[in-house]
T-cell receptor, first 116, second 112 residues
Framework: DTGVSQDPRHKITKRGQNVTFRCDPI?????LYWYRQTLGQGPEFLTY????????KSRLLSDRFSAERPKGSFSTLEIQRTEQGDSAMYLC??????????????FGPGTRLTVL | GENVEQHPSTLSVQEGDSAVIKCTYS??????FPWYKQELGKGPQLIID?????GEKKDQRIAVTLNKTAKHFSLHITETQPEDSAVYFC???????????FGAGTQVVVTP
């Protein structure tokens, strides 16, 4: 399978615990995005990488959230001291760098986080 | 920032009929408009997109139209089939590097 993969697919944790999610983009894609999707809503942008550089972060990304892409390939999203409001689907997408915004973003299956 | 509104929130159609979903956007700088289909438990799947220098694009039973003056774009699905049942999202890209602002989604149900 050459699509975007995410691990784990589901995560249940207790409030206050730390969690980490992994995203493996399509191999030749150098742009990687994280989005969050709550029930009944469209995905909301969290952050974006071009290669290993994190170029933009949304105001949704509080200081409890941190994302990395150390070698410009896979990425991790960590949430510290989870809160019940963090419960959501966390989606990763990747795209190939082309001039302008005309870059098709391909999404992974997502990680469903439930904070008890 | 960009704001995308999507209507209707739910749409029920008989198999074989057409379905139309409409979106409006606020940022005149947006120039890329993809549509995604999301099935239960899966990530969004890109089904068609349109760029600002084009008014209409068609791919088999799916077509998208764009009116930049009015800042709205629409998805048209003809000859609907039960497998078209899913949530559809429109999006707009206002940035130079492709950040997407999504609408709230339309739940499409196609009944046989």
């Amino acid at each position: 399978d050459t699509g975007v993969s995410q691990d784990p697919r589901h995560k249940i944790t207790k409030r206050g615990q730390n969690v980490t999610f992994r995203c493996d983009p399509i191999s030749e894609h150098n742009r990687l995005y994280w989005y969050r999707q709550t029930l009944g809503q469209g995905p909301e942008f969290l952050t974006y990488f071009q290669n290993e550089a994190q170029l933009e972060k949304s105001r949704l990304l509080s200081d409890r959230f941190s994302a990395e892409r150390p070698k410009g390939s896979f990425s991790t999203l960590e949430i510290q001291r989870t809160e019940q409001g963090d419960s959501a689907m966390y989606l990763c997408a990747s795209s190939l760098n082309t001039p302008g915004p005309y870059n098709e973003q391909f999404f992974g299956p997502g990680t469903r986080l439930t904070v008890l | 920032g960009e704001n995308v509104e999507q209507h209707p929130s739910t749409l029920s159609v008989q198999e074989g009929d057409s379905a139309v979903i409409k979106c409006t956007y606020s940022d005149s700088a947006s120039n890329y408009f993809p549509w995604y289909k999301q099935e239960l438990g899966k990530g969004p799947q890109l089904i068609i997109d349109i760029r600002s220098n084009v008014g209409e694009k068609k791919d088999q039973r799916i077509a998208v139209t764009l009116n930049k003056t009015a800042k709205h774009f629409s998805l048209h699905i003809t000859e609907t089939q039960p497998e078209d049942s899913a949530v559809y999202f429109c999006a707009a890209s206002p940035g130079s590097w492709g950040k997407l602002q999504f609408g709230a989604g339309t739940q499409v149900v196609v009944t046989p």
